[in-house]
């Protein structure tokens, strides 16, 4: 059984590169949410997909970052212009449609973004 | 003011020490809690659901108390597999986003 799916595992840029991180959720699974994490912070909330749509994309730290889920299920994350202060592990997760409270988030192994 | 805010420690302990975390919210609408642990350069995994009545699993024990908005941890009896990061998880502003605390180190010692 496959879990949630992050490419790639790392990548090293240079500051003002455009960056693509890639989500392949549990299959059937309609909420993905995407968080960056720095070392010994917790993850920080991005955006969190219902379907295809963002349903909340508060977290967005500015209009550099934007993802998307055309399809409802994989995910990409892109970063335009990156900035040394991005660099972090971004960690993409998914749930079935209701967390309620048993819910679960699923975690894939994140992405280490490196911005030289 | 975080949403979420936990003691970073780090809490050492040597085995079989009883040990507590505490984590404060800020939304008082939130209706989901949880706890997930963390081990290093590894990511998130849920240890349990917080429920209002308070729950426990094993050696693991949570509690809530809505009018404090607080949130706690007890784990009884511990391990040097209870080594690891622990991270208070609330809902936030939505109904199934999800907001984490800075998470409260754990080293259990021989």
């Known amino acids: 059984g496959a879990g949630v799916s992050q490419t790639p595992s790392n990548k090293v840029t240079e500051k003002g590169k455009y960056v693509e991180l890639r989500c392949d959720p549990i299959?059937?699974?309609?909420?993905l949410y995407w968080y960056r994490q720095s070392l010994g912070q917790g993850p920080e909330f991005l955006i969190y997909?219902?379907?295809?749509?963002?349903?909340?994309d508060s977290g967005l730290p500015n209009d550099r970052f934007f993802a998307v889920r055309p399809e409802g299920s994989v995910s990409t994350l892109k970063i335009q212009r990156t900035e040394r202060g991005d660099s972090a592990v971004y960690l993409c997760?998914?749930?079935?449609?209701?967390?309620?409270?048993?819910?679960?988030?699923?975690f894939g192994e994140g992405s280490r973004l490196t911005v030289l | 003011r975080k949403e979420v805010e936990q003691d970073p420690g780090p809490f050492n302990v040597p085995e079989g020490a009883t040990v507590a975390f505490n984590c404060t919210y800020s939304?008082?609408?939130?209706?989901?809690f949880f706890w997930y642990r963390q081990d290093c350069r590894k990511e998130p995994k849920l240890l349990m659901s917080?429920?209002?009545s308070g729950n426990e699993d094993g050696r693991f024990t949570a509690q809530l108390n809505r009018a404090s908005q607080y949130i706690s941890l007890l784990i009884r009896d511990s391990k040097l597999s209870d080594s690891a990061t622990y991270l208070c998880?609330?809902?936030?502003?939505?109904?199934?986003?999800?907001?984490f605390g800075a998470g409260t180190r754990l080293t259990v010692k021989p």
């Open positions: 997760a998914s749930s079935s449609s209701t967390l309620g409270p048993t819910g679960e988030l699923f």
């Open positions: 299959s059937g699974h309609t909420a």
């Open positions: 997909f219902q379907g295809t749509g963002a349903a909340d």
């Open positions: 939304n008082s609408a939130s209706q989901s």
């Open positions: 917080v429920y209002s």
């Open positions: 998880v609330v809902n936030g502003y939505n109904n199934n986003d999800m907001r």
